[in-house]
């Protein structure tokens, strides 16, 4: 067991962790300026087993960074910001087992790495927690690229990053699994010929995976503006290409039932797109459209899906986020489109009808709304009118009581309770004075320098008391609530003061 810890510094030249077979060695750097300096390589796990731990911003540096170079198992975890293995050439997987993880802003660097060099090894990079642990903060790898070798090597990305970026090229035969968090491939690495399985999180491919079949299942999203091979969408996966609205090369691709296509769209008339050098396969799925904000065309066509080797099969469905306008899908030899259109069918199919707007109150959950929505939808095209129609339901609801009107009723309200509170303070102040039922009895103050405090006003010797200039004041607080009853909002009130008044004859 080795432990740098507070600062401490070790250097040596060559060091084993686990050397001889059947033992095991254990080396753990923690804390900022703990450092340990390999003039030659470092080895964790020979013949024997091997751990390195480097967190809280602790380093290790070395001339080579060898993990699990004997049949024994060899681990290294790098956690926590500042914490860093620097390496001028990096395996993982020699001869055994080996596995990296890189969490929690740890970084570690390398002139060349390779996952798993030879066949009788494995090698499993990590980013953020291993395959079946809580996903953690990302770390990251800093190489210009990554070599898989011929044994089993794997890269895991189960992180909490909302943005992380993978920028090491890969090259060989692995696999790449997507568990959490947002991961996005920014390299050329169309010389990875491996399988990429997206089952939670997002993977967005920027770069190259021309090779590299994907699937997508459980919660996992597939994104990204660059090329992939050949792709498919399995129950519960989701294919949203670009970064926003942008454009997916595939390979060939295939939606099964159970599966998402989600296409963006905006009111310039551009939306995203998938374009396959093969075959499209649709046994399924639902395209879900997400429009922008902006005021959009009646009627307007957006193509979302090309195939040079045809489309074979249809969506099962399609939705929108719009309350008002209905996507439609429609489809040709190589091409799958959507339509936004201002109609719905007629209620009963068998009635030939001619198809009609979809009302505004149709949307509506409150008589309130319902009115409102009439209103509006009176007006016709223009600015009121447009900024609805372009809404979702619950974005029309939200319009339909901001325009209703309800708040002045509901002010006035306000208005009637607060004013009590004035009107109590003096009225209050009356009853004190004369004694009246509902109030105590309550002297007054003398206007001059004498200390006595007259009695109340209708007590003996009025003309006494009349003479005497008299100075009163009151606090006052009020507060109250009023829930909702959905067709008027809910709200609160509040107000306080100090009343302050004279009496005199």
Known sequence: TLRILNGGKVTSNDATLGFFGGSSGTATIDGAGSNWTANGAISVGGSGAGTLTITNGATVQDAGGYIAGGASPGDVTVSGAGSSWINTSLVVGINGPASLTIADGGTVSAGTATLASTASSSGTLNIGAAAGSAAAGAGRLDAAALQFGAGAGTIVFNHTDANYSFDAALSGSGTINQLAGNTTLTADSSTFAGAANVLG?????????????????????????????????????????????????????TFAVGSTYQVEVNAAGQGDRIVAAGLATLNGGTVGVLAGAGNYPLSTRYTILTANGGVSGQFAAVTSNFAFLTPALSYDATNAYV??????????????????????????????????????????????????????????????????????????????????????????????????????????????????????????????????????GQ????????????????????SGGLMVGGDVA
């Open 475 to 494: 606090g006052y607080g009020s507060w109250g609530r009023s829930e909702s009853d959905r067709n008027a909002g809910k709200l609160t009130r509040s």
């Open 339 to 472: 339509t936004l259109d201002r109609t719905a069918a007629p209620p009963d199919p068998s009635v030939p009808e001619k198809p009609q707007p979809i009302a505004f109150a149709s949307v509506a959950a409150t008589r309130n709304q319902a009115a409102t929505a009439g209103a509006v939808e009176s007006l016709g095209s223009g600015s009121v009118f447009d900024a609805v129609l372009f809404q979702s339901a619950e974005g029309a609801r939200a319009a339909f009581d901001a325009l209703s009107g309800e708040i002045h009723a509901s002010a006035k309200g306000v208005l009637v309770e607060e004013g009590a509170a004035l009107r109590d303070a003096a009225t209050g102040r009356l009853r004190s004075a004369f004694g009246a039922v509902g109030a105590a009895q309550m002297a007054t103050m003398n206007y001059g320098f004498t200390a006595d405090l007259a009695p109340s006003a209708t007590g003996p010797m009025p003309k006494l008391r009349s003479d005497r200039f008299a100075l009163w």
């Open 201 to 253: 999180g997002r993977l967005a491919v920027n770069g190259s995976l021309a090779n590299t079949s994907v699937a997508v299942s459980g919660t996992g999203i597939l994104g990204g503006s660059g090329r992939v091979g050949a792709v498919d969408v399995q129950a519960g996966g989701t294919v949203a290409p670009g970064n926003s609205i942008g454009t997916l090369n595939v390979g060939s691709i």
